[in-house]
């Protein structure tokens, strides 16, 4: 099997999902590092594969995608084998981890990067608004999770990779994630794959130097 290009950022929460599925379903990839910030995304090369210039991209021989949701759909579709319950084939199970997935990208991470990224990479404070949308998206996750050890039931599923990316923003947020006990038990779940260390440190390492770096930086 040839390998999957992966073109990517590592502290990206979208790359980490799709890295995250990649490692669950054995996917041998050519890593092809991307450094946003000096803007490396935004070459003539790059631009060519993908005109959105947006990291993660995979190029799968000659087929090219992007959008990390699509891509963990695909992956699995193609890699997970007859039917893999990372993304049953089932129609009704399906659309479950499909809702989740939508959810996500409209609403959770969205609101994770608007409501806890953002006030901490800028230093300001979050507005009443912003608090009360964060509180209820992690509201959201811990009465989903309150009955099953995953998001859509007792199997692990690409929702939760997608989701758990967003709900690692709990290492910045300065509220109080105790009243979260259902979701902070699936968080531990998830940290405890054997892959999550190694795709997610380069986020935890990016927290930490931006906690440090002197207030002109921010
Ligand atoms: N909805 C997209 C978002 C992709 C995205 O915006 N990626 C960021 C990195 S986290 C990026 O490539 N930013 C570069 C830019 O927008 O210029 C996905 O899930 O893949």
Known sequence: ?????????S???PCRSVLLT???LSVPLELKHLHIWNKEHLSPEFTKINPDQTVPTIKDGEFTLWESRAIMRYLVGKYGGEDNSLYPRDLKKRAEVDRLLDYDLGVFYRTMLECVWLP?????EPTKEQEEKVVK???RIDTLVKDKKFLTGNNLTIADFAIV?????????PG???KYPNAMAWYKRIQELPYYKEVNQSYYDLVESMKKRPAEQS
Not at 1 to 9: K, T
């Open 137 to 139: 998206a992690f509201t």
């Open 120 to 124: 901490m990479k800028d230093r300001t």
């Open 1 to 9: 099997m040839a390998n999957v290009e992966l073109y990517y950022f």
């Open 176 to 178: 109080d994630m105790s």
């Open 165 to 173: 990316i967003g709900f690692a923003a709990e290492y910045i947020y």
């Open 11 to 13: 502290p990206s929460g």
């Open 22 to 24: 990649a490692k669950a």
